[in-house]
């Protein structure tokens, strides 16, 4: 039997986009799979489909409150944008939505390409940007020490959904255990293979989440981060 595992959001789209009747199983997907299109529900997605969600845009309220609790008198968030990838649209209305309660205003600047890294953190900066927001994308996951390193050039606290980025230098990741997250998924990939319908089984949500603290950087840019925090924390680098 033939079936696709895919990883990440342009991965999941692209799956979907190729076959209606392949299986396809998603280990990890940002964007919100029913706003998006991808399945009809969670429950019953309906069609070919089916695996793991990671919750972005519902858990974007919570990173920004991590990332105000950190960076005192946080009034403006620069937020990378990626218009191609799916992921973004629901994790930037969620966040627009989530910045006035929370005092602070929403800046989008766009990267396409690893190129525009530099460029959108400059913009981020002359228009008095506090801190980075980075959305889980393979644009960025793939290369966290370069967002890291030019984070800090630019004197930008960030968050983000997976411990690569501060594993690489950034502030801060709040998001789903992948490794819980692929190993539910292959679940999903023995049900199938076993005769399941993918349009039967319900597309999960994550149960556990990381939130990894990088006190090095804290100190190079000469923040404290509160105990409230640190309490939450699954990994702290020293």
């Not at 218009?83 to 629901?90: D, L, W």
């Not at 990939?189 to 089984?201: E, F, Q, R, S, T």
């Amino acid at each position: 039997m033939t079936l696709i595992v895919a990883s990440g959001t342009p991965a999941s789209f692209a799956a979907g986009q190729a076959t209606s009747t392949i299986p396809i199983v998603m280990g990890s997907l940002a964007a919100n799979p029913v706003e998006t299109g991808l399945i009809a529900s969670l429950a019953r997605p309906g069609g070919n489909i089916t695996g793991m969600t990671e919750m972005a845009s519902q858990l974007s309220g919570k990173r920004l409150e991590l990332l105000k609790a950190c960076v005192p008198g946080l009034s403006r968030v620069a937020v990378f944008w990626n218009p191609p990838n799916a992921a973004y649209g629901p994790v930037l209305q969620a966040l627009e939505a989530a910045a006035p309660t929370r005092g602070v205003k929403i800046q989008r600047v766009e990267v396409r390409v690893p190129e525009d890294f530099e460029g959108a953190l400059e913009v981020a900066t002359r228009q008095r940007a506090g801190a980075l927001f980075v959305p889980g994308d393979p644009l960025v996951t793939n290369h966290p020490r370069v967002v890291a390193e030019l984070a800090l050039k630019y004197r930008l606290p960030t968050i983000t959904d997976f411990r690569e980025l501060p594993q690489a230098g950034g502030l801060l990741s709040f998001g789903p255990d992948l490794v819980d997250s692929y190993r539910r998924a292959a679940a999903h990939v023995d049900k199938i293979l076993k005769g399941a319908n993918p349009a039967d089984l319900p597309m999960e949500q994550p149960t556990k989440f990381d939130l990894v603290v990088n006190l090095t950087t804290a100190r190079a840019f000469g923040l404290t981060i509160p105990h409230s925090v640190l309490h939450q924390a699954t990994q702290v680098i020293q």
